[in-house]
């Protein structure tokens, strides 16, 4: 396959308009109230399909200015969200068949105009054991196909047949033609409904085509796209309704959404349905885009929906409760659309299979393949490797691995040497010093660093406060320090009795203008700070105590760490590093010390922790992706009982799974970084992103332990740590993450209320 222009390749823009045009579409040719009716209609099948085909959509697949399969997600997403089984997956397939294989038949026009509505199979090409057998004798098919959907409506069969000259072959056979003859069709229910059926073939003529074995690969590959996609949709027209009932359901006098519980449970399905939309479509751009790896991403989809969308399913009607156990009701339908999809194709089994392969048996390789952040972030996050291959390699390196994990957390050296490149301050406009990119590059560099394992740098967010909210004085004075690596910011913002409540902190700062002189008087206590050596510390504190509401009377400042009244006592983290309370006793700083207008630091606060939060869990799971390669590497050397434990089916398993919950991670990081890209970050994109990623941290580890059992618990510096201890230290510090920055119990109360618009 080769790579299309990207200017003759649809927009987001234009999918967007196609989605608008295939949901009026079907409101009017395939009504909701009726739909599981229609769907045991065969000439209502065929209506839908021929509205649908009369939009165009019979011709996806057929080439760049028909659109692709990321035109074909958007149809298929709203086919599920209106339980419509119209033929538009098995249209786009034999329209893929044809132009992968350069090929036109003779009866591709009939698809495409929507006189023949189309049935697609692979038999036992499909990936499911159980899916059938056909054999090709004399130019006529035998044997039994299953599990074919809506099969009494498709008036044709295009079937995935062992070929002779060829690794296979497309049959295209008349099913109406062969009825009652060499074509029997045969009801098998499923879920306690219709849909399903058997198809024997007993000698059905067929016109035959050429398949190669890719051909044949990347037709499965879409197909399972399209099924996930599918899903995805019926999943989401579900929580749609879900979200909808709890704000009207009342209990105990209140909406049922005001519930923790409910907003909560609610907060994890829109998590679990972003991450497997944002995966299986980041698949189709690949696709679209000819990257020669795309069918990795396909894999990593379709094993993170069989386990997320059957459990969003579970979850949505355990909050609609009773009302979405009625089959009146939409909910049961799109159960049963989301169970079935998500196993075609062998489903997770098959998946995380194609995933351990090429992360187990890859000799020298299985790495992840790197993020396409687009040609300008591609080509930086080169240009940064290219760099720590110069400076960070050999004997500093292998120096700086030899020291403890608190040791390592910061190199200063190392962080002057960065500070030459300009990097530090890389998203930093170009009048203060900065290079003018955006967030795609900001996030080719964390990849780099991490991937190279070198140490952090910089202060990102604490620099963007100083961007948005400093004075003209305060970034002339503090960011080109920071940009040369030679300064680091700490946050001063966790109290004993403030965490996540930042609105309840109690650290005072009084005007004061006296015999103890001029400025600002800050009193009060920090805790569970990281950054307490750092040159700055910016610190919340109380300017307003009578203010209302309390988050109204909140100030912010820049406090040099070695002014007088500041008492630092460490405490050793469960991670291995260190955190500090940190005491301020009558701290008195000057009056440019304030960042931003007075009292209004909740807003210079909380739109840090916005970008905070995205980029924070883009990092972790950056980090988990590094350990997870090293980790495969280990198991393709190691050895259990004798065997390699590469080959061990639960190892592989594990594996699989841990690819594509890291995958859907990384796009959650990339739909944040589009958002800041276009000049803003949803508050609870981000707290998606630092949700699944702190919990993914939590999983990795749980798994990784798992596979290596006792040896896994090993650490740093005892002998035969696995990794010198990194897995088993980085579950002791995944506990930081999904308490830091806000509790994740927090940012689901966020994503329910201000992404999900669930009452407060």
Request: with cysteine; charged share 20%.
């Amino acid at each position: 396959m080769t790579a299309e222009p990207a200017a003759q390749l649809p927009t987001d823009e234009d999918r967007e308009l196609l989605r608008g045009s295939i949901r009026g579409t079907l409101e009017h040719a395939w009504p909701a109230a009726g739909a599981v009716e229609a769907a045991a209609d065969p000439a209502l099948v065929r209506g839908a399909w021929q509205a649908l085909a009369d939009l165009g959509l019979a011709a996806l697949c057929s080439g760049p200015a028909a659109g692709g399969v990321q035109e074909l997600l958007v149809a298929m997403e709203e086919l599920g969200r209106a339980a419509c089984p119209a033929a538009v997956l098995p249209a786009a397939l034999v329209n893929l068949a044809s132009a992968l294989e350069h090929g036109e038949p003779a009866w591709l026009d009939a698809v495409r105009t929507g006189q023949a509505c189309p049935a697609f199979h692979f038999a036992q090409f499909d990936g499911d054991r159980d899916a059938g057998t056909v054999q090709l004798r004399d130019g006529r098919v035998h044997g039994e196909i299953r599990y074919v959907e809506a099969a009494d409506a498709p008036t044709h069969l295009a079937l995935v047949v062992p070929g002779e000259a060829s690794a296979a072959q497309l049959a295209w056979i008349d099913l109406q033609a062969c009825a009652g003859s060499t074509a029997t069709i045969e009801a098998t229910p499923a879920l306690g409904a219709p849909g399903l059926f058997r198809v024997r073939l007993a000698g059905a003529p067929a016109t035959l085509g050429p398949l190669a074995a890719d051909t044949v690969a990347t037709l499965r590959a879409v197909s399972r796209l399209g099924h996930v996609a599918r899903a995805s949709g019926a999943a989401a027209r579900a929580f749609e309704l879900a979200t909808a009932w709890a704000c009207e359901r009342r209990q105990f006098g209140q909406p049922i959404g005001r519930f923790q519980a409910v907003q909560h449970k609610l907060a994890d399905i829109h998590i679990a349905l972003s991450g497997v939309q944002l995966t299986a479509r980041h698949a189709a751009l690949q696709h679209d885009r000819g990257a020669p790896g795309w069918r990795l991403f396909s894999a990593a989809a379709a094993a993170l929906a069989a386990d997320a969308l059957r459990t969003a399913s579970l979850q949505t009607h355990h909050a609609l409760g009773a009302i979405g156990y009625s089959e009146e009701h939409e909910a049961p339908r799109h159960f049963r659309r989301v169970h079935a999809d998500v196993l075609r194709h062998g489903g997770a089994r098959t998946a995380h299979a194609e995933l351990a392969a090429h992360y187990l048996d890859t000799d020298g390789g299985g790495r992840l393949p790197p993020s396409d952040l687009g040609p300008a972030a591609n080509a930086f996050r080169a240009e940064v490797e290219a760099w720590l291959a110069e400076h960070w390699t050999g004997t500093r390196q292998a120096a700086h691995e030899r020291l403890t994990y608190q040791q390592r957390e910061y190199d200063r050296d190392f962080a002057r040497a960065l500070g030459r490149t300009g990097w530090i301050g890389l998203m930093w406009p170009e009048r203060h010093g900065g290079q003018g990119r955006g967030a795609h590059e900001q996030l080719a560099y964390i990849e780099a660093m991490e991937r190279a394992d070198a140490p952090r740098t910089g202060a990102l967010v604490q620099a963007a406060m100083i961007l948005l909210h400093g004075t003209p004085e305060q970034q002339a004075r503090l960011l080109p320090e920071i940009r040369r690596g030679e300064a680091i910011h700490g946050m001063g913002y966790s109290e004993p009795d403030a965490g996540s409540d930042l609105a309840s902190l109690r650290t005072r700062a009084e005007r004061v203008h006296d015999a103890r002189g001029s400025g600002w008087l800050i009193n009060g206590q920090k805790i569970w700070t990281t950054t307490y050596w750092g040159e700055y510390m910016l610190l919340a504190a109380r300017t307003d105590p009578d203010a209302k509401p309390p988050h109204a009377g909140i100030s912010m400042f820049v406090v040099p760490m070695k002014t007088p009244g500041i008492t630092i006592r460490t405490s050793r983290t469960m991670y291995g590093g260190t955190f500090a309370n940190v005491f301020y006793d009558d701290v008195l700083v000057d009056d440019d010390a304030l960042l931003g207008p007075l009292h209004g630091g909740w807003t210079v606060l909380t739109s840090a922790l916005a970008t905070e939060r995205g980029f924070i869990g883009g990092g972790i799971v950056m980090k988990v992706a590094r350990s997870f390669e090293l980790l495969c590497a280990h198991l393709r050397e190691a050895l259990l009982d004798g065997r390699p434990m590469a080959q061990d089916p639960v190892v592989r398993e594990r594996i699989g799974a841990l690819a594509a919950q890291i995958e859907a991670g990384r796009q959650l990081m990339l739909h944040c970084a589009a958002g800041v890209q276009g000049g803003q970050t949803p508050a609870h994109d981000a707290a998606a992103s630092k949700v699944y990623s702190g919990e993914l941290m939590e999983r990795y580890g749980e798994a990784a332990l798992e596979i290596l059992g006792m040896q896994g618990l090993l650490g740093e510096g005892s002998p035969g740590a696995v990794l010198k201890g990194r897995i088993e230290q980085q579950l002791r510090h995944a506990l930081m993450w999904v308490i830091s920055i806000g509790t994740n119990e927090i940012q689901r109360s966020l994503i329910a209320q201000r992404g999900l618009g669930l009452p407060r």
